[in-house]
């Protein structure tokens, strides 16, 4: 049954070798969901087939075995009415026949294994056709982190060097520049700080002293003036 040899082929499919042996596991999985469905699908109508002829060989069997019983039943009926010559040729008959009994009855245990293997095929195709599709999800999400990662690793920059590399370099000198920015405004506010403490302590002339002077400065022209008059 070159059925049963091409089923078994697709049992010794392993999800695993699969995906490691294809260069887009994604694209691999959705085929090898397809091609399950697919000979699924041709198993069914190959166990169908199988079971009508189990069902063709038993109505044979069981037919051939109804009429021996007839013709074991006429020639008692026979013998009972005294015609034991025509007893003889019911059981002649009932001789005969008993070599296809044994056939048909070979050719109905053949077709009941055949029908009982197709049908245990086929229920072990359609168990691994729904744990595939159940883990196609967790198959999918697995594959696209493994893309992510082989992306990241793969990362280059325009001219060719390495992505990952340049992006750390370049936050090297981001850091080195804000260092130095933080520095310097450091530096600027020590720096007012310190011009702050020195107006604080320095010797400012105030207004009001300014005006004082002014004022004794007039008192002492208008003295003079007095006395040379």
Not at 16 to 45: G, S, Y
Not at 56 to 63: G, V
């Amino acid at each position: 049954m070159g059925i049963c040899n091409r089923i078994r082929s697709i049992f010794s499919a392993n999800v695993h070798n699969v995906l490691d042996k294809c260069e887009d596991p994604e694209v691999m999985l959705a085929d090898q969901i397809r091609q399950t469905r697919q000979n699924l699908a041709e198993t069914k109508l190959e166990t169908a087939r199988v079971m009508a002829e189990e069902k063709i060989a038993k109505d044979t069997f069981e037919s051939v075995k109804k009429d021996l019983d007839e013709l074991h039943k006429c020639a008692k009926k026979a013998l009972k009415a005294g015609k034991e010559e025509d007893a003889e040729k019911f059981l002649r008959v009932e001789a005969d026949r008993e070599n296809n009994l044994n056939q048909a009855k070979r050719m109905y245990e053949t077709a009941q294994a055949n029908a009982k293997k197709m049908n245990e095929l086929y229920a072990k195709m359609q168990n691994e056709l729904d744990l595939l599709e159940q883990k196609s999800d967790t198959i999918k999400q697995t594959i696209a982190v493994a893309k992510a990662t082989e992306r990241i690793s793969r990362f280059k920059m325009p001219d060719g060097t390495d992505g990952t590399k340049s992006v750390n370099e370049w936050e090297k000198k981001a850091n080195k520049r804000l260092y130095a920015a933080q520095a310097a405004a450091e530096l600027d506010l020590k720096q007012t700080e310190m011009e702050d403490l020195k107006d604080q302590y320095s010797d400012h002339t105030d207004v009001s002293d300014r005006m004082a002077a002014l004022k004794k400065e007039i008192e002492k022209d208008g003295a003079a003036q007095a006395i040379s008059a």
